[in-house]
Nanobody
Framework: QVQLVESGGGLVQAGGSLRLSCAASGRTFSSYAMGWFRQAPGKEREFVAAIMGSGGRTYYADSMKGRFTISRDNAKNTVYLQMNSLKPDDTAVYYC???????????WGQGTQVTVSS
């Protein structure tokens, strides 16, 4: 079992920045990839970014490239999402997720709300 707890959300003006954190426990953190997803009101959950266990390879949704940066600190069992140049369309609940044995994202945090005002 993996437990995930996000933090760092809040209200920010357009053009501002936020850094989200996700603390993981319950499994050797460095052995698995981590992902960030988001869900805006009335929309489906969408992929934001992912990072491999070693931290060497990252992936981003096209709309986040150049603005968001995913990173991890395996010594702290924490993954981060640095979000810059935020837009009102980035308003959503942001979730971190970890894969299960079959490779799909089976473990999810409770989410943290990010609201970007215009």
């Amino acid at each position: 079992q993996v437990q995930l707890v996000e933090s760092g959300g809040g209200l920010v003006q357009a053009g501002g920045s936020l850094r989200l954190s996700c603390a993981a426990s319950g499994r050797t953190f460095s052995s698995y990839a981590m992902g960030w997803f988001r869900q805006a009101p009335g929309k489906e959950r969408e992929f934001v970014a992912a990072i491999m266990g070693s931290g060497g390879r990252t992936y981003y949704a096209d709309s986040m490239k150049g603005r968001f940066t995913i990173s991890r600190d395996n010594a702290k069992n924490t993954v981060y999402l640095q979000m810059n140049s935020l837009k009102p369309d980035d308003t959503a609940v942001y979730y971190c997720a970890a894969p299960g044995a079959e490779g799909s994202y089976d473990y999810w945090g409770q989410g943290t709300q990010v609201t970007v005002s215009s």
